[in-house]
Each structure stands twice: as C-alpha cells, then as structure tokens.
C-alpha cells in the first residue's frame, strides 16, 4: 500500500496543476484528474471510457466498491493504447493511476479490460500483508471477474469471455516443481492460477445452491461487509465471509485444497461440462451441457 504523504498526493495529481473532473457510478463519486501531456481522442471520450468501467464494476458488485476513489490518467507519447494500470489502497482511500498513449483510439478504449480490472481491485481487502503470498487470490479476482463484469453491461460478447478463458486459463495449470498458489508466485500461477480459483469457486457455489448463488453473490457479501481495497483482511476471513454470503463452504474448501499444493484442473473436462466447444480460436455454446446452465448464469445481467 502507498503510505508516503507527498507522493501520494503527487500521485493523486492533486499537485498536478489542473483541476480534477467527476464521474459517477453505483453510489460514488470518482475524482479523475489528467496529468501533463496530450492525448488525441476528446476528453468526452475518455470520459465515457472511465464511466463504461466504473459501471461494470457497479454492475457486478452491486455498487462501486468505495464512494470517493481518485483516479490519474498519464497521458503518455511512448506508443497507443491503455497500459501502466495500478491501484494503491490504505487509509488515504482508493487511488488508481493507468497510462494512456497520446495516439490511443476510441476502438482501443472501447476494447479495453484494464481501467475494469484496476477498478475491481477496490472491490477486494488487501490480503497480501507484509508479503505477496496471496497476491494470486487479489490478481486472480480481478482477472476472472473484469470480463464477466463487462459482458454483463454488454460490453463484452459472453463467447468471447468464454474464447479467452479456454485461451488464456491454461498459463494457470501448475508446472512442474511448483507447489500451492500460497507458494508459487509466478506470473501464470498469480493471475490465471488465480483465476482458476475463482473459476471452481463460480461453478462450485453454482453447483451446491442449485444455480441460485454464485461467485457474485460472494463477492457483494464480502464487500457489504467493509472488503475493500481500505481494508486488510485476513485470508480466511475473506473465505469465511464470502460462505456466510452464499450458505457453502465452498471457497473454505477449494482454499485448503488449492494454497499448499500444486492441483490440476482438468480445464478441457470443465469447458465440456459448460458446454464451451472451442476450435480455431472460435467459441460456440452446447446448451444440453451438464453445466450449460451454470456457464449461462456467469454472464447474465
């Protein structure tokens, strides 16, 4: 977390020498300030970029996460497109600060995931401590959740979020030498290991209320129980809350399974049990799945 008091407020671009505009979303107001620099799409479209994440994550959670977040957008003259995406927490409140390159084009931000992801991040306890051992349970959050979120507010097509989990999920599977996501933490094993997780907690939750709960509704427990980015939180009591939220034990167990040991998932047998049929990079849907049902209630508004 970002402690420091002149930095953060160097960060925050309360020093940065323009006045700061607003946009709401879900209960909150998010201050967004624009460092030096020039950017060639108009402000009103940056504008809408920030409202479109800002209401995907209300969407999913039911609310945004905090009600009076910064974010700094850093105009940058390096390349096109959105990159450098942090967000910090702590008692000073929630604070994101992402790139945008002078020559990025309202197609690029209208394809963007990670003012989303970051934005998500205030959504979730720091659990990470003085260490990074669970890193992987923040990362892999928010990488599982942003494109669900933004299929949600149609965003995002539900066969392209499903394309890229099939794409993208494998680089989670635990590789040789590796131990639990507690104790592995690699690229691969943080953020898609972590959304793995998050992936069978989903289906799981899914499975033990007969459809009625899933993740989400984890998720909304665990935030309206003060789970933000302001708080610390101890691992097990983010478990603990997020079963409370959906009646299972779920999250507990798939936890205790998957923190100190290395646990393949048979990810082509789960995409067949959702019914997601992928070939040539093309995703089409078998709605006579055991899970298809499951998989169709992921992505609903």
């Known amino acids: ?5 002149l930095l953060f407020l160097l960060l925050s671009g309360l020093i940065a020498g323009q ?3 607003q946009v709401t979303s879900g209960g909150a107001t998010i201050e967004v300030s624009f460092a030096p620099g020039k950017l060639d799409v108009p402000r009103a479209r940056l504008l809408a970029w920030i409202s479109n994440a800002a209401n995907a994550v209300t969407e999913y959670f039911g609310r945004f996460p905090v009600e009076q977040p910064r974010l700094m957008v850093r105009p940058s003259e390096s390349r096109g497109g959105v990159f450098h995406g942090t967000t ?5 409140g ?3 600060r992402i790139s945008v390159g002078q020559t990025t084009t309202e197609r690029q931000l209208d394809d963007d995931w ?5 934005f998500i991040h205030m959504a979730f306890p720091d659990v990470s401590g003085e260490s990074d051992e669970h890193h992987w349970m923040e990362e892999g959050m928010a990488t599982y959740i942003e494109p669900i979120a933004r299929a949600q507010i149609g965003r995002m097509t539900a066969e392209r979020v499903w394309r890229d989990f099939v794409r993208d999920m494998p680089q989670g599977l635990p590789q040789a030498g590796d ?4 104790r592995t933490p690699t690229w691969g094993r943080t953020y898609w290991g972590g959304a793995i997780f998050w992936l069978l907690a989903d289906v799981g939750i899914r499975e033990a209320t007969h459809n009625q709960k899933g993740l989400q509704s984890a998720m909304r427990g665990i935030l309206g129980a003060g789970g933000n980015i302001t708080a610390d939180w101890a691992v097990e009591r983010v478990v603990e809350v997020g079963d409370q939220a959906t009646g299972t ?4 167990d798939l936890y205790k399974q998957m923190k100190a040991t290395a646990v393949h998932t048979d ?3 789960l995409w067949r049990r959702l019914g997601v049929q992928a070939k040539n990079g093309t995703v089409t849907f078998d709605d006579h799945a055991p899970l298809a049902e499951i998989r169709k209630a992921i992505t609903a508004k």
């Open 1 to 5: 977390m970002l402690r420091n008091g």
């Open 19 to 21: 006045e700061p505009t």
């Open 88 to 92: 910090f927490g702590g008692r000073r």
């Open 94 to 96: 929630a604070f994101t």
């Open 114 to 118: 990670m003012l989303t992801h970051e």
């Open 179 to 182: 131990q639990g996501l507690d």
């Open 249 to 252: 034990t779920v999250l507990g």
């Open 267 to 269: 990810l082509d047998d």
